[in-house]
């Protein structure tokens, strides 16, 4: 993991805190910049259930890749 940092004009904008998540979303040539914001219970039915158990790391992975799919949809 590593740090970005902001340029106050845009995180005020933005209404940025320190610690929050951002997320980089590749669009052509542009990056757009956007707030990580909610928490797991907004995810809800986003994730399929599966039809055999599973370990965290696997289900971490699919909840990234919801997340990832609704912030590049949003931006």
């Known amino acids: 993991m590593f740090g970005s940092t902001i340029p106050k ?37 986003g994730v399929k259930p599966p039809k055999r158990s599973q370990n965290f790391e696997d289900i971490r992975k699919s909840v990234k890749k919801v997340i990832s799919r609704r912030i590049a949809r949003e931006a």
Do not use: C, Q, S
């Open 9 to 45: 004009e845009i995180r005020d904008h933005l209404k940025a805190k320190e610690g929050e998540k951002v997320a980089f979303v590749l669009r052509g040539d542009d990056v757009i910049l956007r707030m990580v914001r909610g928490n797991i219970l907004d995810l809800k039915g």
